[in-house]
T-cell receptor, first 119, second 111 residues
């Protein structure tokens, strides 16, 4: 249980274009989803927190107009990188928090990640 | 001072060894403690979570929390080459579901 998928797993795009990444919880409903960014050999940096049906909360220093997050349902969140530039190239990972049914409610389950390369 | 400190390693051990991975944190209000394993180019996988001081065991893994010292540990018994990965501690501040991650420790178990 607690499986999270991401699509695509790898994408190359040209500078100036937009890219959408999907995050789905496959076997549970996720009240909250998180988006992280990870550079090589570094830890995960939280970009934003999204709750179903409400606006995402962005971490300090993250441009909300550049990284658009939509959490349309309890199983789907999307991250759109708008007007991508080479410095946006990174590994983007989403996670989902399970509803507190027998668990602590604090566990996050991560997707496999999406590698974005902007040329 | 970082809120969560973790030695980045790399840590190399022979197969079968007991591995000890550690994190320290600065804020005594932190309440939930998680350990994740991340293989290269993959998403992190939850290994264990705990919220109270003491030990929690699951198979070859034991998570230990010492809130008085603000110190958490993950022990891996009978380590295997397949345990070679980066191990991340994650801690939640009180009143939030957000994680603060350690930098991760790269572990290599040699056959």
């Amino acid at each position: 249980g607690a499986v999270v998928s991401q699509h695509p797993s790898w994408v190359i795009c040209k500078s100036g274009t937009s890219v959408k990444i999907e995050c789905r919880s496959l076997d549970f409903q996720a009240t909250t989803m998180f988006w992280y960014r990870q550079f090589p050999k570094q830890s995960l940096m939280l970009m934003a927190t999204s709750n179903e049906g409400s606006k995402a909360t962005y971490e300090q220093g993250v441009e909300k107009d550049k990284f658009l997050i939509n959490h349309a349902s309890l199983t789907l969140s999307t991250l759109t990188v708008t007007s991508a530039h080479p410095e946006d190239s990174s590994f983007y990972i989403c996670s989902a928090r399970d509803l507190p049914s027998g668990s602590s409610g604090y566990e996050q389950y991560f997707g496999p990640g999406t590698r974005l390369t902007v040329t | 001072q970082k809120e969560v400190e973790q030695d980045p390693g790399p840590l190399s051990v022979p197969e079968g060894a007991i591995v000890s991975l550690n994190c320290t944190y600065s804020n005594s209000a932190f309440q939930y403690f998680m350990w994740y394993r991340q293989y290269s180019r993959k998403g992190p996988e939850l290994l264990m979570y705990t919220y109270s001081s003491g030990n929690k065991e699951d198979g070859r893994f034991t998570a230990q929390v010492d809130k008085s010292s603000k110190y958490i540990s993950l022990f891996i018994r009978d380590s295997q080459p397949s345990d070679s990965a980066t191990y991340l501690c994650a801690i939640t501040p009180s009143g939030t579901y957000k994680y603060i991650f350690g930098t991760g420790t790269r572990l290599k178990v040699l056959a």
